[in-house]
């Protein structure tokens, strides 16, 4: 197995994306999931600059069991005219008990002058005795050049000097940081490959025999963060720094699993575990969900759409063989195959939609044939209208049941809803709604409340279903997402909801569009309890 | 100036992408977008196979004008065993009228024979007699030779064959398709300067001389698509094909303009017109409200945050020099630097901030240096709570002028707000808001209805204040964002509001954020009114 360093930056360089707003509970939960992806080293943050980072150490001590990576404790080198020893900011570093500490060091003479407003010489002794006195500490030391690229190019002397005072203080990385993310592979393969032959530093023998090692560190400014990363590891770097779901500051870091899946799959680079990588895409999905950031669906290997085809062309061909259209077997990063039903869906999308949903059509029997043609034709309206069954399958799955079995069960029919928001006198606001409809044969009339109007309806609609139905009180409403379209420019806006229900084991998405917000989230409720309902196996009563 | 082809399949290829659903007349709206931003080539649809396209096409003789831009037909070489001559599909390429045809052709054995389920021969036979007709009918001839790579792997002098049917029969363009997107940048780079060579195709000379082209479209599902195009230029290719903001299916297209920014502004290579380039951020997010598809703001160079600085440890720097912390000087994308407010702003993120919006504190006064720190633990702790900033710079700036001024001009008090919806028997739903406060020293009651909630809330808030207030009467909602949050795992989810108003000039963003998701949306309607009105420079009444 290959013996390169994969270190995440998502707790400290990752927390810097816009948007992204982080609690101590958060991180040490983000940290475990990390673990469990096998990376080697999780970068927890910077204690003793940012008070929540403290925090976090603080409790990792006690709190987080890594079983496979090394925590990481962030900071800088000490202040310029100081002593690491007397630096409160070095101390914060030994207190967070981090096995590794990694220092953001100068190795640009513009910002040595500029920006630190001190003296090279003064940096390269800021390097030296900040390393040599936490490896006195007994810890060990990574260095981040910062500004690496950029510096190189104003001075490389200067540069590489900064580098040899970090390995000659007895540090064991020297990561360069392509800080503002303005490189291109061929550049950065270039430099990195000088620097290796410039230092004696050659590929992975003198990393796994403990001596220094170059990292690589980028961002995607300019769309180029996965290939500069592994562009470096080409060139002899053994040490690669990234985050999670790409998160980071402006354009964001390196992906580290795109690169880790890049270098394993791609290039044969035994990184992490088979068995590891196959957890990516459930352990990239879970993280996004504790960071609140909208999962970026598009993401290679384990974005939601990474795998997923639209084009009735594609459809067609995949129906012979799914390597006709992927790149490689979405099982080896834990995702999956998905049709689009979309306007673009041929009938192959249909067919295959319904055989993943558990349906069986057979696309020679002419009932079969015709119905996948009405279910087009009903998919493609509805498309045109707002709805969008690629992010919605449980809705899609009603509407083919619907077409397969003629209609669904009459679980309930409703008469009437409606919802009350009031402002409090003390701040706040109080939601009641109030629905009436038959079910079991009995019409109900029931009201709930709820700290918003579509909290509200839902545990309305769910009182008034309880004693026809007992099998739903269990159902929870965990996402609801709300986005207001403009049908056809000029006229009334439409909203789409989208909705998402557990039942403890497992969630689904349903899809409701009107002009009314209220009525959109009361269209996907009913869909969300009917499929529930359809689920647990459970006849109308 | 460079000869490169910039090819945009933004209306075909990215309408591939989960989620887009385009009309015609975002189509045309789009098509105008592409053609002021100088693409070369704008890939209009698959006319006859995709009855949206075929409308778009006949719709574009008319009311497209096109001052750049030529516009392409998407379409497949003609069905095997056919003739060109009668095939539908090809007849309807040149019923669209466009100049130029792009054909997807074969040059995979492994599609030849499983996909289209016929011989090597009769596929270039296919490739020839389709390009040979097209080209007897007037019209200038590309070829996408659909999954090149992965053809040439398998067979490559095959895949070479059908290149050079492609040249032979006057084709001008082979493009080599990544369609399953699985290529990395050096395998690219082979392959292409292998192609190149063996067909006697160089650079640009014979691209200028109007001889045959070598063209390149990659995917992103190896996250190299940038770097795979730039890869293709740089062993030969003269013809780079991609979409806007990266649209495309599964991981998307190589973005269009990354491509383009990066040979201009990094290699040096002049493909489109300085003043172009600059209108890319604008062109960007304009197509972006178009597709209805939520801005992907990590983007490079034209994305939201390519350029927001979130650390203070940057913001610092930045104060001193921006180009310590840049790659290049927004401007020449037509994008700009934003500090964001955040837990992580530092007092120069603050300084930075107010002076962004025209508010001159000096760090070196008392006063204001105090201020500014309370600010930020202002921010602090708002962000704690759910606040985000970062993307409501109105909500701040009232923030920063309470602080400053003590407090904001009382414009009007609020009494209580109530919202009633109703569903209604023919289906929809009904709101209504009633709305009691006080200003121009008058209790005012009012109620409004709307086609939702916050609708109803918006008209019947200004219906309130229209009498003491004329000047909002010209005031819009146009965008609303919803998200819920769990501001601490296992405690009561808060809803955080975004709403952008427009006075007709310009656009600003508030926020709300609370429980009820009615109060969150009524906190930012108040604060984009008491925007609205300091922005009109109106006097309390």
Known sequence: MSDLHVYDTTLRDGAQQEGLNLSVADKLTIA?????????????????????????????ATELELKNATLAAFGATRRAGGSAATDPLVRALLDSRAPVVTLVAKSHVGHVERAL??????????????????????????VDAEHFFDGYAVDRAYALEALRAVFESGGEVAALC??????????????????????????????????????????????????????????????????????GERTGNANLVTVVANLQLKVGQQVLEPHRLQESTRISHAISEITNVPAYSRQPYTGASAFAHKAGLHASAIKVDPDLYQHLDPKHVGNDMRMLISDMAGRASIELKARELG?????????????????????????????????????????????????????????????ITDSQSDGGALSEATVKLTAGGKRVLRT???????N??????RLALATAYPEIEHLELIDYRVRILDAAHGTDAVTRVLIETSDGETTWETIGVAANILEASWMALVESVTYGLLRAGVPAR
Not at 378 to 388: A, I, P
């Open 32 to 60: 475990s999931h990390l673990d469990e992806l096998g990376v080697g080293f999780i970068e927890g943050g910077w204690p003793g600059a940012n008070p929540k980072d403290t925090e976090f150490f603080a409790r990792a």
């Open 117 to 142: 407003r001190t003296t090279k010489a003064e940096n390269l002794e800021m390097i030296r005795d900040t390393v040599t006195f936490l490896r006195g500490e007994g810890r060990r030391v990574f």
């Open 178 to 247: 392509d800080t503002n993310g303005g490189m291109l592979p061929g550049q950065v393969w270039d430099v990195v490959t000088d620097v290796a032959q410039s230092l004696g530093l050659t590929g992975l023998d003198a990393g796994a025999s403990g001596d220094a090692r170059l990292g690589i560190h980028c961002h995607n400014d300019t769309g180029c963060a996965v290939a500069n990363s592994m562009a470096a590891v080409d060139a002899g770097a053994t040490h690669v720094q990234g985050t999670i779901n790409g998160y």
């Open 359 to 419: 349906l069986d059509l057979d696309p020679l029997r002419d009932e079969d044939s015709a119905l996948v043609q009405r279910v087009l034709a009903t998919v493609k309206d509805l498309e045109l209208r707002g709805y969008t069954f690629d992010a919605a399958d449980a809705s899609f799955e009603l509407l083919l049941r619907r077409e397969i079995d003629g209609a669904l069960p009459p679980f309930f029919e409703v008469e009437s809803w409606r919802v």
């Open 448 to 454: 709930g409340e709820g700290n918003g109007p579509v």
């Open 456 to 461: 509200a309806l839902d545990h309305a609609l």
